[in-house]
């Protein structure tokens, strides 16, 4: 029960696109808000993008704005973080977190009450 899992990771050349995935098993994804945070080697986890349980709003860190979009897919119980021109500062292990209710400051890893094992990104020549 309560299970998340991200997939779509991997190894992509500077400009590139990966799609990211978070399936949710053992609850319904529609009830929670989910985030997307990453964290490379000698840094700070830090939020990427946030998404209401409603899907109606959402939320992305300065240095993502433009380049990624986060979108749900309740009937295939699925969140999705698409990357689009990616940068080698973008390499970073990537995690999805939910929220039973909508975070009162999305980027905080506190508010969220699951996580998934993460999916790890590398964007490099």
């Known amino acids: 029960q309560l299970q998340l899992v991200e997939s779509g990771g991997g190894l992509v050349q500077p400009g590139g696109s990966l799609r990211l995935s978070c399936a949710a098993s053992?609850?319904?994804?529609?009830?929670?808000?989910i985030g997307w945070f990453r964290q490379a080697p000698g840094k700070e986890r830090e939020g990427v993008s946030c998404?209401?349980?409603?899907?109606?709003?959402?939320y992305y860190a300065d240095s993502v704005k433009g380049r990624f979009t986060i979108s749900r897919d309740n009937a295939k119980n699925t969140v999705y973080l698409q990357m689009n021109s990616l940068k080698p500062e973008d390499t970073a292990v990537y995690y999805c977190?939910?929220?039973?209710?909508?975070?009162?400051?999305?980027?905080?890893?506190?508010?969220?009450?699951?996580w998934g094992q993460g999916t790890q990104v590398t964007v490099s020549s």
């Open positions: 977190a939910a929220n039973v209710a909508n975070p009162h400051i999305w980027y905080m890893t506190h508010e969220y009450d699951y």
């Open positions: 998404i209401s349980s409603s899907g109606g709003s959402t």
């Open positions: 053992g609850f319904t994804l529609d009830d929670y808000a």
